[in-house]
């Protein structure tokens, strides 16, 4: 790691590893609970995975505009959880009606 | 374009603790699948990453970069906390539908038995050995059956179920509807008698009922009274 001018660490792939392995059990638990306006909370996890690839890649491949895709993501992230958590407190914290 | 990063990274602190904040703040439903522990595990993932945008920040902006090192091992920590957060809802709303078919279960089951209770024939059920392990409240009064709240069955009674020929079989014990146990699909007439010689004669319809392992465990048995003498 490192050669070349290729800048890549390890916490960062460790990050991205986890990620990815975990998404499929994070959207089967996601999508079989009754969360009200799920999607948002889906979203929220898929462009956090844009964010950890953009970090590594920036280590290879411009830089300074994958550094801002990577914090950009963060941003739009942070927004779509928010999102998620209106629409929780505004539905009751569940889809179906008591 | 590094110049909107700090930016970006303020922004994204603050909407993070907002997201944690109203999360925390929520009241759902009781039925609701978010519950205490969801929000607890959501907000610390969020209360990640508002450190992380603030480090970000700091960092991006020349002020400090003394939390760098630390925000490494905080990302990590962010996909097991929302993903347990998210199996916690998982689970709360599995248990909250095994709840619902419980009550469900539960009323249909007081909804038969007070029907059973308000039909105007006696109603028993009977096990495998003439026992009876139910009553309505027509068949309690008929025959004289209490429940005997520490055992949760029947105080024993004392009249004894008589066989064709109009005595006891050999072997019955008082109070067991012994020829019934094991009968499939009957109609016939059952007498029983008290120990002060008073009989009564039972019009039984009866259907049996199968065991676990597929035998006959018993059975059902509905009555009127046709006749009262000594």
Not at chain 1, 67 to 75: A, I, K
Request: charged share 20%; with cysteine; net charge negative.
């Amino acid at each position: 790691m490192g050669e070349g001018g290729a800048e890549v660490q390890p916490n960062e792939v460790v990050n991205l590893a986890i990620s990815v392995l975990l998404a499929p059990m994070f959207y089967l638990a996601v999508t079989r609970a009754d969360l009200p306006d799920r999607s948002w909370l889906l979203a929220g996890y898929a462009v956090l995975l844009v964010a950890f690839v953009a970090t590594i890649a920036e280590g290879f491949l411009l830089p300074e505009s994958l550094n801002f895709v990577e914090h950009l993501c963060y941003t739009v992230a942070a927004g779509l959880f928010l999102r998620f958590v209106i629409g929780v407190r505004r539905m009751g914290g569940g889809r179906a009606s008591a | 374009m590094n110049a909107l990063v700090p930016m970006a990274d303020a922004v994204s602190a603050v909407l993070f603790l907002a997201a944690a904040a109203l999360v925390i703040m929520a009241r759902p439903r009781k039925d609701a699948a978010i519950d205490r522990w969801f929000r607890m595990f959501f907000a610390a993932a969020m209360g990640l990453y508002v450190i992380v945008g603030v480090s970000n920040a700091l960092e991006h902006l020349g002020i400090s970069d003394a939390f760098d090192v630390y925000e490494d091992y905080i990302e990590i920590l962010f996909v097991p906390l929302i993903l347990y957060a998210a199996h916690q809802a998982y689970m709360r709303t599995g248990l909250n539908e095994r709840l619902r078919s419980y009550w469900a279960l539960s009323s249909q089951y007081d909804l038969t038995l007070h029907v059973i209770d308000t039909v105007p024939c006696g109603v028993v059920i009977v096990d495998d050995t003439g026992r009876v392990t139910f009553a309505n409240a027509r068949a309690r009064d008929q025959l004289e059956l209490s429940e005997d709240p520490v055992t949760g069955g029947f105080r024993p009674v004392d009249w004894i179920a008589l066989g064709a020929d109009g005595e006891p079989e050999p072997g019955v014990e008082p109070g067991r509807l012994s020829a019934f146990a094991g009968l499939t699909d009957a109609e016939v007439e059952q007498r029983v008698r008290w120990p002060d010689g008073r009989t009564v004669t039972l019009s039984v319809s009866s259907t049996s009922m199968a065991s676990r392992s597929g035998g006959i465990g018993g059975s059902i048995v509905a009555f009127e009274v046709v006749a009262v003498g000594r």
